[in-house]
């Protein structure tokens, strides 16, 4: 039988239109395993060192593959984690650890007391918190293999607060030739003791990350309640998938594709809320604090007057409608400590209370004498509350009377100039916005914007020193009631000297499939033990 | 022949180098410190200075250009800021989603395209010109992300044939590598097909009109031949032409498909490293970028010659 060209291709095309067309029409998207989540998380692993970074992406990873001596649980109170039992000597100068039976490396090691010591010392290298109370750490040693101190000059509150903290830096427990590196280098490695194993043969970077239950874990007998209790894996992967975009992850979510999205923004969350098969849930209920910073070292705001004027321009509820539109999840907020934690207060806070004043700001400015020179206001166009808060503040400088000089960047432009000093017409600024969460916050002493120690401290570098013997005195303070009360004190002088502005409060939703339940309300971070999928 | 290869090879290499030493300095220039970014909110001035001294970005900017520029010439194209992985293997990742990407789009938008155009230019005045043409405009006008949103709505959300996002290799499996495909290839393609529609179609008019057409059609040859062998042929100078300046163009609209259809592709790679400035990822992409256009365009130049003989001497 002769076959001619034309034949041949009708042939061909009939043929491969048969094999294809079942699986083009029956195709449906592929649903996740039943034992794999699939998350989005608000970025990209970048860095895999959570004590050398403050990344909270790093955070989630470190959770997943690290453990920590304690954890607070969801009420901020903090227990024994990898930690059997701990004793403190009458002279509450010396605290005495024991490690439990069982704590194995990834790798197959007994976590031991000197990889423990090499941990803490290179989390003190790091993290604000740890800083601090290493001003009063006279020795850390090694007693036995699971056993060790830490020994103070002088007694300290915090020491078991600051060992269980929840926000970044992470006080994970490394191996001790992985904790002994350069401090200023990361530790690239992926070896763990927590509940989940990393997975390097099928993470792709800057795609997916995988991680896989370790099964030599041995998860506390107590419930899970934020970093504290039981860490049990009921699942047997959990793959990060690394999403930019916004209406694509929604999308997926949707479809099936993936099981978790940490950040669908809120004025796509209707496309959400009708669909049985999603679940939205606040988390991290202290959410975000947002804060205008105010460079203290160039006019107007190094004058007290500019900056109270500041707290009067402001109208925290315009900046959070425009930047995330749905009231239900965010508030307006007068604490410097934020309106989640157990520091709050509305000690000194009748600006906030009397609402925006143009007039009042207006007066204080001419009481700072100012001279008529532009006020640069750092706007980060790539994130929206930045965005729209930059642009707010600039009008409502502009309605007191005040020059405004907008510098368009992204973020990134943004966190290489706000740590320039120079004055704002030689590469300087007045003004930026930026967050922290509300877990921050609360701590005077951890979080490195309730630093007031001038030029060391963070960026604006505001100086009182009333205020950092008051947080000193409030990490001494051996009750909880004792430091809300040092707290209240901190609050009352730094709305009369003003280190920065804050801009409210927003706690945001997670959404996942309905079939998956589990999930811990911790501050800033995805926790993915105690997650079970049906 | 081969000495017009061999000087439009060379002139290559000075592109390249050209645009090396413009990316380089762009970079420099640009707003943006990737230590500040590497190093975090709580370093130290100390701190930030060590991790400067130990990533070079210290040196003079003449010092950091030649020792770059030294080690892509031996094809080292450095090490990754934020990664630590060296950029030619996170390229090498990312290549196989991008030239998947590419290839297919290309294939559907010259296959469909020119389709459309021959067919418009044949029944010019008709319905169906006037319906390849109105389309064309659309296709133009809608922005690739528009359409890739659009297009996941109706196919992955409401009809669930498709996935949203996602690639899988294609060693994985041809059908679904191909599923994952399809979507991104046609949001991709459209804008490309429109152009090339509208090229082919005005040439092929201009070619419909010359007398040995009109000889052609009165020796008694099919319309078919006339129009693939007499016709096509002669109008594909221009046609090859806008091809080879939508594969260049592709170039920036693969950014954009692979972040909204979340395909780990070259694209995503150096958006990412533009957030972080990763200056050793994007100067790597943009080589290798600036390479791909540079002979997409001597291939172009080379199509010319097979297609119109005049053109060799």
Known sequence: ?534 | MIAFIVRRLVSTVVVMAIVAIIVFLLLRLAPGDPVAIVVGDNASPDQITAVRQRLGLDDPLIVQFFRWAGRVLVGDLGISIFSNEPVSKLIAQRLEPTLSLAVTTIILAVVLAVTAGVLAAWKVGTWLDRTVMALSVASFSVPVFVVGYILIYVFAIQLRWLPVQGYQPIADGVVEWFRHLVLPSIALGLAYVALIARITRTAMLDVLAEDYIRTAHAKGVATGPVLMKHALKNAGVPIVTVIGIGVALLIGGVVITETVFNIPGIGRLVVDAIQYRDYPIIQGVMLLFSGVYVIVNLIVDLTYTLLDPRIRT
């Open chain 1, 1 to 534: 039988m002769a076959t001619d060209r034309r034949k041949f291709l009708k042939g061909t095309a009939a043929t491969a239109a048969f094999t294809a067309a079942p699986g083009v029409i029956t195709a449906r998207a592929q649903a996740t395993k039943k034992d794999t989540v699939k998350a989005v998380l608000h970025g990209d692993l970048k860095v895999f060192d959570p004590i050398w970074t403050t990344a909270n992406m790093t955070g989630n990873h470190g959770l997943l593959i690290y453990d920590t001596l304690f954890g607070k649980d969801e009420k901020g109170v903090p227990h024994p984690q990898m930690v059997e039992k701990y004793g403190i000597s009458d002279d509450k100068k010396t605290y005495t650890f024991q490690l439990r039976d069982g704590l194995k490396f990834h790798d197959g090691q007994d976590v031991t007391s000197a990889d423990c010591v090499a941990s803490i010392r290179r989390w003190a290298a790091r993290d604000a918190a740890a800083q601090h109370m290493f001003r009063r750490v006279s020795d850390t040693r090694i007693k036995d293999d699971k056993t060790f101190e830490i020994v103070l000059s002088e007694p300290y509150g915090l020491v078991i607060d600051a060992l269980g903290k929840m926000e970044t830096n992470l006080p994970v427990m490394m191996r001790k030739k992985d904790a002994e590196t350069d401090p200023n280098q990361q530790v690239t490695n992926k070896i763990g003791s927590g509940p989940f194993k990393f997975n390097e043969t099928d993470t792709r970077a800057g795609q997916r990350y995988v991680y896989d239950r370790n099964p030599d874990y041995k998860a506390r007998s107590e419930a899970a309640s934020g970093f504290s209790g039981g860490k049990v894996a009921h699942l047997e992967r959990v793959i990060i998938e690394n999403l930019a975009d916004q209406q694509t992850a929604l999308a997926a979510l949707k479809a099936g594709e993936i099981d978790f999205y940490e950040t669908p923004p809120l004025d796509l969350l209707d496309q959400l809320e009708g669909d049985k098969n999603i679940k939205l849930e606040v988390l991290n209920k202290g959410g975000n604090v947002g804060m205008c910073r105010l460079n203290w070292l160039h006019p107007p705001f190094d004058n007290v007057h500019a900056r109270q004027a500041m707290l009067h321009l402001i109208k925290q509820e315009d900046i959070l409608q425009a930047a995330f539109g749905n009231p239900t999840y965010f508030k307006g907020c007068g604490s410097l400590f934020g309106c989640s934690g157990n520091m709050q207060s509305d000690v000194n806070t009748e600006w906030f209370k009397g609402g925006q004043n143009i007039e009042k700001a207006k007066e204080l400015f001419k009481k700072a004498g100012y001279d008529g020179r532009p006020v640069t206001v750092l706007q980060a166009t790539n994130i929206g509350f930045m965005n729209n808060a930059a642009l707010l503040i600039a009008q409502w400088l502009q309605q007191a009377g005040i020059k405004v000089k907008l510098e368009a960047s992204d973020w990134g432009g943004v966190v290489t100039r706000r740590a320039v000093k120079k004055p704002p017409n030689e590469g300087g600024w007045n003004i930026f916005i930026t967050w922290g969460s509300g877990e921050g916050f609360n701590n005077p002493v951890s979080f490195l914007a309730h630093t007031a120690n001038g030029g060391k401290g963070w960026f604006g570098w505001p100086k009182d020193d009333l205020h950092e013997k008051l947080k000193d005195e409030w990490a001494a303070a051996p009750t909880l009631e004792e430091r809300q009360a040092i707290a209240r004190k901190m609050q009352d002088n730094a709305w009369n000297f003003v280190p920065m502005a804050v801009l409210g409060q927003w706690a945001p939703p997670v959404s996942y499939r309905s079939n998956i339940q589990g999930f811990l309300p911790i501050p800033a971070h995805v926790a993915f033990w105690n997650v079970k999928k049906a």
